[in-house]
């Protein structure tokens, strides 16, 4: 079993830097799978999938070499705590030249990280970071195998992120739940119920991709709203465009891309008032 990755590029760099921060302010701890053609972050909720991000190796490493368990499962499964990986790619910010992360065992299994960093004394320096992980079990994969995607009642283009995120920070104080609504005309809305108001903002003219329930006017389920606010910090990838996939009372699936290197599926269950 083998895993050995080089960045060299800034912009990679950054991306792969804001998305393991991303994820490390939604959980203490996560998954990453890893396979010949992409790393897969994967967070859980009660051992319900909560988000699933997709990353083709080729647009962030120059260099890639991964031996999975065996020839038939090439795969390597990873369980760590991301706030460590985050805290050792701040150094990336520092116009780093470089950076290698491989699997090592230094009494326990880690990724250790060699950051090249530019120096005004020397040609380069070196940083060196070892973040502890557990290598998961085969017998333990099918925990984390690609989420079921369902059939959803409506999908429908969301408006920016930011313009979102501006609203949804002011009813978090009125509320802890959210509605999320759609319709086939391409209205989307976020409403908050109170003792004393309700209170909604509606986006018109959207592009809707599906509406399986043409006799509804209307689908919506409710939501946490801190984990609504989790899901609109990926804002901070600058995602090309992001759905809204709504299943009437039971699910909200966010599904976020950017070019066809990143996509992000991220699940909120329906909660009961």
């Known amino acids: 079993m083998k895993f050995r990755c080089r ?45 699933w991000a997709e990353l083709i190796q080729t647009h962030f490493f120059t260099e890639y070499i991964m031996n999975g368990v065996s020839e038939e499962q090439n795969e390597i499964y990873l369980e760590f705590d991301p706030s460590m990986l985050a805290r050792s790619l701040g150094s990336l910010r520092m116009t780093a030249k470089s950076v290698k992360i491989k699997l090592t065992n230094k009494r326990q299994p880690c990724l250790s990280l060699e950051i090249e960093l530019p120096s005004l004394s020397i040609e380069s320096r070196q940083c060196l970071h070892d ?23 409506i999908s429908v283009d969301m408006p920016q992120l930011k313009h979102v995120r501006n609203i949804v920070e002011r009813m978090k104080n009125m509320s802890s739940c959210l509605t999320l609504s759609a319709d086939k005309t391409g209205t989307f809305v976020l409403k908050i119920e109170t003792d004393s108001a309700t ?14 329930q043409q006799n509804q006017d209307e689908v919506s389920a409710i939501i946490d709203i801190k984990k609504f606010l989790m899901f609109l910090a990926w804002d901070i990838v600058h995602p090309d465009g992001v759905k809204c996939n709504i299943l009437q009372n039971r699910m909200v699936n966010l599904f976020l891309h950017l070019a066809d290197y990143l ?8 909660i009961t008032i």
């Open 7 to 51: 960045m060299v590029d800034a912009i990679a760099m950054r991306d792969f830097t804001n998305i393991v921060n991303t994820i490390s302010r939604i959980t203490k701890q996560c998954t990453l799978r890893l396979t010949t053609n992409e790393l897969c972050f994967s967070v859980s909720d009660d051992r319900t999938s909560m988000v």
């Open 131 to 153: 973040v502890p992980v557990r290598v998961i079990p085969r017998r333990e994969w099918a925990e984390h195998q690609t989420p079921n995607i369902p059939e959803f009642d």
């Open 199 to 212: 209170v909604s903002t509606h986006f018109q003219e959207l592009q809707v991709w599906n509406c399986s």
């Open 263 to 270: 996509k992000i599926y991220y699940f909120l269950s329906s």
